[in-house]
Nanobody, 125 residues
């Protein structure tokens, strides 16, 4: 059974930075999603199981960086220049497929088999 544990959320000022971590029980392709109050869960970023491909939503491109630990099964989301509209609960999710897919695939919620419990990110204006 896939297990995912997110950490690193918190309160930060406008323009600040945070780094989220997603500790997985194995080497999977990982997606980050977020859900703000009253809104649908949306795609943020993804990294393939090998780390060779990364994907970003247009709203975070250039501000967020996804990476993975080469030795351990941890994926990071470095978030810089945070804005109040980034406020949300952030979730990581695992896709056990070993094939390489495109942005459209990784941006779809239903492609992921397992989800973490989420971590709150709040950006104060």
């Amino acid at each position: 059974q896939v297990q995912l544990i997110e950490s690193g959320g918190g309160l930060v000022q406008n323009g600040g930075s945070l780094r989220l971590s997603c500790a997985a029980s194995g080497r999977y392709s990982i997606g980050w999603f977020r859900q703000a109050p009253g809104k649908e869960r949306e795609f943020v970023s993804a990294i393939t199981w090998s780390g060779s491909m990364t994907y970003y939503a247009p709203s975070v491109e250039g501000r967020f960086t996804i990476s993975r630990d080469g030795e351990f099964y941890t994926v990071y989301l470095q978030m810089n220049n945070l804005k109040p509209e980034d406020t949300a609960v952030y979730y990581c999710a695992a896709d056990r497929s070993t094939y390489y897919h495109d942005y459209k695939y990784y941006s779809r919620l239903h492609e992921y088999e397992s989800w973490g419990q989420g971590t709150q990110v709040t950006v104060a204006s």
